[in-house]
């Protein structure tokens, strides 16, 4: 018998709820971690002040490394770790309404139902980037989502717009998987063994791109060389773009949207060598590289990464009719397997637009899957992974955060800030108005 959690609609969208009746017993369901149920702020400070522990906490990327100069969040007052669900949701509600038009917060589609209440605007990380943009008049945008995010917010902002990301060490395991450092030095080897040198049809030996979940220094590396970024709504008309001008890819820091995306594209796994940045070459022979279309990097998604075909065929078997949708950073086989793939934005516009009594299997962050059944109870709408395991990074953010960071704002003081320096904020801005001139294509999706 498959998990009731998972195989029928939740009663309601928070997570945190669903988490706390496991904990306690009055749900059969399971989690990854039993430490999903305490608060964030005991992984910010270790015992007596001592640093953290390395890792994001309890969730999908508990065991991905935090780099040792990533920020780190310092002890949260205690009146507001210790203030009830009820407490913090009236104090945030009560500052946003005293800051009015002063901030505006947004929230990602894979936080916490109790922080997304308060959000302005909830979407993906470009689309709030965007978004952020249609409130000039905000001294304050309050980014519930992970580091990268709020560094590309700040990057299309206003000079005079503060970027508060309310958990400084909320940040993204598969942005860390590709650091400058790493990336130049494998520019380099691929200099060496290409040349640099375009062919005589004027296409560059190699073009970088860089997912959006990346740090705002690989933004500026790939603007600096001619790159471009993209997105899992644009990945295939961003790779159109890259081999127009150049004659294979660096694709990074997802292997795995680069490699659903270039083979829906037609180019054969054996095009696709994996980049391995502690590997001389990235593990390649001079042959592989000198035949290779897309390189990928070594990086990926440990949420999406939980995926599995043999949860796509229990859903299957369970519900003979179920469409099961995954989101392209789940390994290729998933992906292979799926009815469709796409962005979270195709994910969601797919449930909007299907015939009611429809039934959804689902391969993304389970704050958004639970979301989207609460929101669609004409659906059937489940998790492909039985196992309650959100995204440890996202789920940093806990509404003790949000209201802290907007209580400072009402005494005068902004916490949190995130900046991107100008030397890296100006070939990033290069980097992503190249992918905002790139048409996209009919579909940003996949279907089967
Ligand atoms: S879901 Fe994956 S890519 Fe998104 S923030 Fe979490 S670790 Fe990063």
Redesign the pocket.
């Known amino acids: 018998m498959t998990n009731p959690i998972t195989l029928s609609p939740p009663v309601d969208a928070s997570v945190d709820r669903t988490l706390q009746l496991i904990g306690s017993g009055a749900s059969a369901g399971s989690s990854c971690s039993p430490g999903l149920t305490s608060g964030p702020w005991e992984y910010d400070v270790g015992p007596a002040g001592a640093p953290a522990a390395p890792g994001?906490g309890p969730g999908?990327?508990q065991d991905?490394p935090i780099p040792g100069a990533a920020p780190r969040q310092g002890a949260l007052p205690a009146s507001y770790t210790e203030a009830t669900e009820a407490e913090l949701h009236e104090r945030i509600r009560a500052a946003k309404a005293e800051l009015g038009e002063r901030v505006v917060v947004l929230g990602?589609f894979?936080q916490r139902d109790e922080v997304v209440a308060h959000a302005d605007f909830v979407g993906d990380s470009f689309q709030l980037a965007k978004a952020a943009r249609t409130r000039p008049e905000a001294e304050a945008i309050v980014f519930c989502?992970?580091h990268?995010?709020a560094e590309t917010a700040d990057l299309l902002s206003t000079a005079e717009q503060s970027v508060i990301l309310p958990n400084l060490a909320a940040?993204?395991?598969?942005?860390d998987m590709a650091d400058l450092d790493s990336v130049m030095d494998c520019w380099e080897q691929l200099e060496e063994v290409y040349g640099t040198t375009p062919d005589e049809a004027g296409r560059a030996p190699v073009i970088p791109v860089t997912y959006m979940?990346s740090s705002a220094a690989l933004k500026g590396f790939v603007g600096q060389h001619g790159g471009i970024v993209c997105t899992s709504s644009n990945a295939a008309a961003v790779l159109d773009w890259a081999f127009e001008r150049g004659q294979r890819v660096l694709f990074f820091p997802?292997q795995h949207l680069g490699r659903n995306t270039a083979k829906a594209m037609g180019i054969g796994l054996e095009q696709m060598p994996l980049w391995n940045p502690r590997k001389p070459l990235g593990g390649n022979t001079e042959q592989e590289l000198d035949e290779a279309k897309v390189l990928l990097w070594h990086g990926f998604?440990?949420?999406?990464k939980r995926f599995t075909v043999d949860q796509i065929a229990k859903a299957r078997a369970e519900y003979p009719d179920v469409h099961v949708v995954v989101h392209p950073?789940c390994p290729m086989p998933v992906v292979d397997a799926a009815d469709s793939a796409g962005s979270t934005d195709f994910i969601v516009k797919a449930i909007e637009a299907a015939p009611a009594g429809s039934t959804f299997a689902i391969g993304t962050?389970i704050n958004l899957v639970q979301r989207l059944a609460a929101q669609y109870p004409q659906h059937t709408i489940f998790c492909l992974d039985p196992v309650i395991c959100p995204?440890?990074?996202?789920y940093r953010i806990h509404p003790g955060y949000l209201a802290w960071v907007l209580e400072s704002l009402l005494a005068g003081e902004v916490v949190n800030r995130i900046t991107v320096s100008d030397e890296v904020a100006d070939p990033a801005r290069v980097a992503l108005e190249r992918m905002l001139s790139v048409a996209p294509r009919a579909t940003a999706g996949t279907q089967r």
Not at 171 to 175: I, Q
Not at 301 to 304: A, G, R
Not at 391 to 394: A, D, E, K, R, V
């Open positions: 994001y999908a990327s991905d990602h894979y989502g992970v990268f995010m940040g993204c395991s598969m942005a979940n997802d998604c440990s949420v999406h950073e962050e995204c440890s990074t996202m």
